[in-house]
C-alpha cells in the first residue's frame, strides 16, 4: 500500500543531462552558466578546491533547473574572488534508500564538503501517514562527522496545495529536534511568495517541479543559508536567464525569511 506517498517525483540526478526528464522550464538558461554539475566520484575528487564546496543528495527536486548551479553562481557572484564547487550525488531515491547504497557515502566522501543539503525525506501527501526519519537523522550525524554543515532540504508545495508547505517544514523541524542541523524554509518561502506574486509562476508544467523562476527562489534561500548574507547584496545576474524585475521580487520574498527566520540551530 502506497498510502498516498508521492511516488510520481522523478529521480533522474546521476548527471546533469537528465534535468530534461523532470523539468525543462528555462533548464537550458541556468545549466549554462556554468560547467556541468559533477556527480561521479572520480569527477567529485577532481575539482579544484573552492571556497565554498557544497553537496546536494536527493532527488530530481535538487537537480531540475540547474539548482546546484544556481546556488554557485550566487555564492561566487556576492563576493568578488570567491570560488563555489555544487555537485550532486549520484543516483536517486528517497534518504533512507541511499543508506548503504555504495554511492553516497562514496560522495559525501570524496571531498571536504563545507555545506551538504539533505533532500527526499519520505511524507505522506495527505498528511495521514508517518514516515521514519531515521535515516534522515543517520545522514545527518555522518555529515556532521566530516566537520561539513548539514541543511534539511524540506520540498516546495505542490501547485495549488496550499497547507504542504508548512506541514512539510514541520516534518523536517522534527527531524532536526532529533539530531541538530539546519532547515531551509523552502515551502514558507514559496507560500509567501505565491501569495505576494501570483503572476510569477514557480511551478513546472507537472505541478511538482520547479520552473527557473522557482529554483532560482530555492537558490536565494540556499545562498542566505550558506553565505549569511541577505539576498539583496545580489545584483541583477542576466547569465541567468531571469528578467531583473523577477529577480528582485524573489530576492525581497527570500530577504524576509533571512531577516525573520533562523534556519540553523
Known sequence: ?????????????????????????????????????????????????????????????SSANGLPNLVAILLESAESGKTAN????????????????GVTEE????RQWTHVFLQAQKYSTTGRYFYPTLAAQTWIKSVKSLYALPIMFPEWPRYANKEEGQRIFDL?????????ACVAPVGLVWDASIKRHPD??????????SNLNG?????????????????????????IGVNEVIQAKLKAVALDFHNLHLPCP
Open 215 to 239: 529554483a532560482l527562489l530555492t537558490a536565494y534561500v540556499f545562498f542566505q543559508i550558506i553565505s549569511t548574507q541577505p539576498a539583496n547584496v545580489l545584483e541583477y545576474i542576466p547569465e
Open 172 to 180: 523536517h523541524l522534527s527531524i532536526v529536534s532529533q539530531e541538530a
Open 1 to 61: 500500500m502506497l498510502k498516498m506517498l508521492n511516488m510520481t517525483r522523478c529521480f533522474a540526478l546521476s548527471i546533469i543531462v537528465s534535468l530534461s526528464g523532470c523539468s525543462s522550464d528555462g533548464a537550458t538558461a541556468a545549466n549554462s552558466a556554468k560547467t556541468n554539475v559533477p556527480s561521479h566520484v572520480s569527477d567529485l575528487a577532481a575539482m579544484p578546491v573552492a571556497d565554498y564546496e557544497v553537496l546536494f543528495i536527493g532527488n530530481s527536486h
Open 107 to 110: 560522495a559525501l566522501k570524496a
Open 86 to 101: 555544487a555537485a550532486l550525488a549520484a543516483g536517486y531515491g528517497f534518504l533512507d534508500e541511499r543508506v548503504n547504497d
Open 200 to 209: 510569477i509562476k514557480l511551478h513546472a508544467v507537472d505541478g511538482n517541479h
